[in-house]
């Protein structure tokens, strides 16, 4: 149990065609973050939520890519006018509280495939 | 900005063997340090984490981890390794300060021969 569900967990679309994703954390976080993984590297970090703000954007995310949280609990990623680039796993991932900020420990959900043709 | 290497990027190893996988982190202050594994078809799972205390910290399956801050290193080992073993391994680190985003290496794909 990874504390947090995602879906679609494969995605096959063509190209220019709009997808999006959502994130369901199992219980209540704050805290809640988006990674971009491709073949051969390791996840690298995409956006942060506290609670429903947005706090922080890395510049991988183009402005064909929209993140929300509108109620602080579930997210949604949404990617418009999809290329062959954007093919990659995404995942999302919520801390696990050890004991103050520093303490922290993320945890990440079984992601969603894109593939897009 | 915070970067990590991982210098081995393929393992091949017989059952039994030891391991110790690379990984090394640039960044000037105080942070936290994670290995993550990744079996075939599954999520990432957290192997091991270093916060603060005794550098060498143990983690889940027999997997160790220690941390020289003098190299800015975090190389995980392993006495005895299993085909089970098989996965991808990633080092990560995030800073104390901030939101607790982590930073990954590229990952060292391992694989045990039986």
């Known amino acids: 149990d990874t504390g947090v569900s995602q879906n679609p967990r494969h995605k096959i679309t063509k190209r220019g065609q709009n997808v999006t994703f959502r994130c369901d954390p199992i219980s209540e976080h704050n805290r809640l973050y988006w990674y971009r993984q491709t073949l051969g590297q390791g996840p690298e970090f995409l956006t942060y939520?506290?609670?429903?703000?947005?706090?922080?954007k890395s510049r991988l995310l183009s402005d064909r890519f929209s993140a929300e949280r509108p109620k602080g609990s579930f997210s949604t990623l949404e990617i418009q006018r999809t290329e062959q680039g954007d093919s990659a796993m995404y995942l999302c991932?919520?801390?696990?509280?050890?004991?103050?900020?520093?303490?922290?420990?993320?945890?990440f959900g079984e992601g969603s495939w894109l593939t897009v043709v | 900005a915070q970067s990590v290497s991982q210098h081995n990027h393929h393992v091949i190893l017989s059952e039994a063997a030891s391991l110790e996988l690379g990984c090394n982190y640039s960044y000037g202050g105080t942070v936290n340090l994670f290995w993550y594994v990744q079996y075939p078809g599954q999520h990432l799972q957290l192997l091991l984490k270093?916060?603060?205390?005794?550098?060498l910290v143990k983690g889940i399956k027999g997997f160790e981890a220690e941390f020289i801050k003098s190299k800015f290193s975090f190389n995980l080992r392993k006495p005895s390794v299993q085909w089970s073993d098989t996965a991808e391994y990633f080092c990560?680190?995030?800073?104390?300060?901030?939101?607790?985003?982590?930073?990954f290496g590229a990952g060292t794909r391992l694989a045990v021969h039986p």
């Open positions: 270093y916060f603060s205390g005794d550098p």
């Open positions: 939520f506290q609670n429903e703000a947005q706090l922080e």
């Open positions: 990560a680190v995030n800073a104390i300060s901030g939101y607790n985003k982590l930073i």
């Open positions: 991932a919520i801390p696990h509280a050890t004991g103050g900020l520093s303490g922290n420990t993320i945890y």
